[in-house]
């Protein structure tokens, strides 16, 4: 059995406790550790179904003895977010009190590892990651470890989750998009390494950066490891931690057969990685390339209006091509209507799009993976 903990969040009202539950298979300590979570946007609720199936293999590899690593998992890692309903709808994506993204704001201990880490690290790659995660963990503990530590109960459960993340070997993050195919999203400094499980996903699209802004949960954990391997210079620093956001297709895409082959597929990525022992999975062929996230025409509603998509999403593109169509019955001379076309500037594949239709000028309607960078791409390079 594995062992499991519920942990309680900082209450943010008077008479309610929330817990957060964790489940830990192998032994604690043993490497690789791999981390899953599902549902930190808590409107995304594929990953939930897909790592309750996932639970049931790991319990019965526990019972076999396959378990060599140390795998945690966390089948709902927002229990703040899917208790928010307003007039019918499930929000989950930003917390109520602060606006504030659950997938932004995590931890950034870069400034305290490049201080205290950095005139640590020698000549061994091994020990020098050892002594990172060292430095990581007692900035943790310092700011609280698993006690609230005077934090709102979002923050807590920030700082719990990078508590049983950040010394992970792999880390698997999973969400969803609104309508879309399987894509990810990992640190440029993590590709090609992550290639297998990219593979054994069957990533439709691959997208890296070193840095997309706003401090995603993905990048707390690698990003440190980016600039620690930077300062580090001569001195080998491995990334510590791969981290990756899993994008299990759209909000809609929840099916037993379809969480079936994707518990199977992280089983897979389980062996691949050594945290399972048994023979080595068979990996399947690339579905596509990497593509640096500046190469990602996120397209831009042009008016006010309902929107009408031409093809389907998972579609391949050329730059110039029509995506659909922004319709205003109002528009025009009032009977005929108005459609405003709305256009692809790159190659590339459809990996996202929206699940409703109503849009106001500038909402991100289309996701299209190309694979040059785009000139007019500054900025954070994902939205809120
Ligand atoms: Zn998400």
């Not at 319990?59 to 229990?79: K, R, S």
């Not at 037993?256 to 518990?263: H, I, Y």
Request: glycine share 10%; with cysteine.
């Amino acid at each position: 059995m594995p062992q499991t903990r519920h942990l309680p969040l900082s209450p943010s009202s008077l008479g309610t406790t929330r817990t957060l539950t964790v489940h830990r298979f192998g032994t604690a300590g043993a490497r690789p550790k791999v981390y899953l979570q599902a549902g930190l946007h808590a409107d995304e609720l594929p990953g939930l179904v897909v790592l309750q199936a996932l639970l049931s293999r790991l319990q019965a590899a526990e019972q076999a003895g396959q378990i060599t690593g140390e795998v945690v998992v966390v089948p709902v890692a927002n229990p703040i977010g899917l208790d928010q309903h307003f007039q019918g709808q499930l929000l989950g994506r930003f917390e109520t009190a602060t606006g504030h993204n659950f997938n932004r704001r995590h931890l950034d201990p870069v400034k305290a590892l490049l201080h205290r880490a950095l005139p640590l690290m020698g000549e061994d790659p091994a020990e020098n990651v050892a002594a990172a995660r060292s430095v990581l963990r007692q900035e943790w503990l310092a700011a609280g470890g698993e006690d609230p530590h005077g934090r709102s109960e979002g923050d807590h459960l920030r700082h719990l989750l990078y508590g049983l993340a950040f010394d992970a070997d792999l880390v698997l993050d999973l969400h969803c998009d609104w309508d879309a195919v399987m894509h990810t999203y990992t640190s440029t400094a993590s590709w090609p390494q992550t290639a297998g499980v990219m593979r054994l996903l069957e990533a439709e699209a691959v997208l890296i950066a070193e840095e997309s802004g706003g401090n995603p949960f993905d990048e707390a954990l690698s990003l440190p490891w980016v600039r620690l391997a930077s300062a580090a210079g001569e001195r080998p620093v491995p990334m510590g931690c791969h981290s990756m956001t899993v994008e299990l297709r759209g909000q809609t895409d929840i099916s037993d057969s379809l969480a079936t082959a994707d518990a199977d597929a992280l089983l897979a990525v389980l062996t691949h990685w050594g945290a399972l022992s048994g023979p080595q999975p068979e990996l399947p062929a690339a579905r596509c390339d990497a593509t640096p996230l500046e190469a990602v025409d996120m397209v831009t509603a042009p008016a006010a209006g309902i929107i009408v998509y031409a093809g389907a999403v998972g579609s391949r593109v050329k730059a110039g091509d029509c995506l659909g169509w922004v319709v205003n019955p109002l528009g025009g001379d009032g009977i005929s209507g108005s459609r405003v076309p709305f256009h692809s500037r790159t190659d590339g594949l459809i990996y996202g799009r929206l699940l409703q239709r109503l849009v106001r000028p500038g909402d991100t309607i289309c996701k299209v993976a190309g694979d040059k960078p785009l000139a007019h791409r500054t900025g954070p390079l994902l939205t809120a």
